[in-house]
């Protein structure tokens, strides 16, 4: 992740981690953490992202996307 592909995270639509904490719930690798009440991702978790889209499949906002930039 990060060269080729990012999880998007849309914090306007996003309620974080103490409204909602859908995705760390579903999240096999922990790539999310709370950055002062937004959810933001681990850079250091990022390329361990599979792509699972079992964080996407749970956002009630539909706040996450997986971007790819080829």
Same mark, same amino acid.
């Given at each position: =992740?990060?060269?080729? &592909?990012?999880?998007?995270?849309?914090? $306007?639509? @996003? %309620?974080? &981690?103490?409204? @909602?904490? $859908? @995705? &760390? $719930? *579903?999240?096999? /690798?922990? /790539?999310?953490?709370? $950055?002062?009440?937004?959810?933001? !991702? *681990?850079?250091?978790?990022?390329?361990?992202? !599979?792509? @699972?889209? =079992?964080?996407?499949? %749970?956002?009630? *906002?539909?706040?996450?996307?997986? *971007? %790819?930039?080829?």
């Amino acid at each position: =992740m990060g060269l080729f &592909i990012d999880l998007a995270i849309n914090n $306007e639509t @996003c %309620k974080g &981690i103490q409204e @909602c904490g $859908e @995705c &760390i $719930e *579903v999240c096999p /690798v922990n /790539v999310f953490q709370d $950055e002062g009440g937004s959810l933001q !991702t *681990v850079y250091d978790n990022e390329d361990e992202c !599979t792509l @699972c889209d =079992m964080c996407i499949q %749970k956002c009630p *906002v539909d706040a996450l996307a997986i *971007v %790819k930039h080829y």
